[in-house]
């Protein structure tokens, strides 16, 4: 967190929190909800998404907030708490909605539309959808075959069992697990709609 939000913290430590106004999409993008109208609207505000970014944490239970200074402001999420995005394409690497590297990619699931959930050091999020092509075409056999689209078809539309399929980034290979999207927040433990 930035130096001035912990300082603000630390002068108001009783502000009270915030919820409903700040939600986070499936594509990594922040919306404030609009006073006037009571619609939310995309932030587009470069230094703003970046002190958002900057200050982005969950609390023990599993709500994510964006810490405003020594307002804490909670975040709905769409589906996951990060959105992840390819950072390099050859070693397949990532990094979150909010700029920071991932070193330590533990698990990939796919849901049941075709989406993939990845976990790492900072959290469970979904992969941003432009990237979801390059990131199946990291996903093989066992013996490195390239899953062949007849296979990813069947897990996707199917509802197909994942084992033997194993996602490989060059550098690491972690079998691919099942989920539903419906499951997430209870098996990641984060809350999609954070209330008082």
């Known amino acids: 967190m930035d130096d001035s939000v912990i300082c603000a913290m630390a002068k108001w430590p009783n502000v009270p ?32 998404i ?25 975040v709905s999420l769409a589906y996951t708490p990060l959105v992840y ?24 699931y796919l849901d049941e539309t075709g989406n993939l959930l990845l976990l790492t050091e900072h959290g469970p999020g979904l992969l941003l959808d432009r990237d979801l092509p390059r990131a199946l075409e ?12 007849e296979r990813l078809v069947a897990l996707i539309e199917e509802d197909g069992d994942a084992a033997g399929v194993y996602f490989n980034t060059g550098a690491a290979s972690l079998p691919l697990v099942r989920i539903r999207a419906e499951e997430a927040p ?4 984060y809350v999609l709609d954070p209330q008082p």
């Open 17 to 48: 929190a915030v919820y409903g106004w700040l939600a986070l999409d499936r594509r990594g993008q922040w919306s404030i909800k609009n006073a006037a109208s009571a619609s939310f609207e995309r932030v587009a505000n470069t230094k703003l």
């Open 50 to 74: 970046e002190f958002i970014g900057r200050n982005y944490a969950h609390d023990d239970a599993g709500r994510w907030y964006f810490q405003n200074g020594p307002q804490r402001v909670y």
């Open 85 to 108: 995005r390819i950072a390099s394409a050859h070693l397949l690497a990532f990094e979150t909605h909010t700029g920071a590297a991932c070193a330590d990619l533990q698990a990939v």
């Open 138 to 149: 990291a996903l093989s056999y066992a013996d490195g075959h390239v899953l062949d689209e």
């Open 186 to 189: 209870q098996r990641f433990g």
